[in-house]
C-alpha cells in the first residue's frame, strides 16, 4: 500500500517563502512521477509543478520562476520550495503519485498567504 504524507504549511505573508514536503512509502520512489496540486476554496484543483524521472520538471504559469520542485530519492520525500508567495497562492496543497495503474494523494497541507 502506497503511503503519501504532506507537511509544512503554514502562515505566511505575501512575499515571504515556504518549503512543503511530501513523504512517500511503499513504492519504488526514484521511478515514480510525483506532482503538486493546489486547491483553494471554491475552486478546482489545479497543477502545480510535476518531477518525472530523468525529466526536467514543469510548473504552472502562474508559479514558474517563483516555485521550485525538488526529490531526494534516497529519503523518498518530494519537495516544493515557494518563494515570493502572493495571496492567491493560499490553498491545500497536495502531493500525487503515480504508480500505474493506481494514482495516490495525500492528505493535503494548507499554504496561507497574508497580505
Known amino acids: 500500500q502506497v503511503r503519501v504524507v504532506e507537511s509544512g504549511g503554514g502562515l505566511v505573508q505575501a512575499g515571504g517563502s515556504l518549503r512543503i514536503s511530501c513523504v512517500v512509502d511503499?513504492?519504488?520512489?526514484?521511478?515514480?512521477?510525483l506532482d503538486w496540486y493546489r486547491q483553494a476554496p471554491g475552486k478546482q484543483r489545479e497543477f502545480v509543478a510535476a518531477?518525472?524521472?530523468?525529466?526536467?520538471?514543469v510548473y504552472a504559469h502562474s508559479v514558474k520562476g517563483r516555485f521550485t520542485i525538488l526529490r531526494d530519492n534516497a529519503k523518498s520525500t518530494l519537495y516544493l520550495q515557494m518563494n515570493t508567495l502572493k495571496p492567491e497562492d493560499s490553498a491545500v496543497y497536495y502531493c500525487h503519485v503515480s504508480d500505474p495503474p493506481r494514482d495516490y494523494w495525500g492528505q493535503g497541507t494548507q499554504v496561507t498567504v497574508s497580505s
Open positions: 511503499g513504492t519504488i520512489f526514484e521511478f515514480r512521477d
Open positions: 518531477s518525472s524521472s530523468g525529466a526536467s520538471p
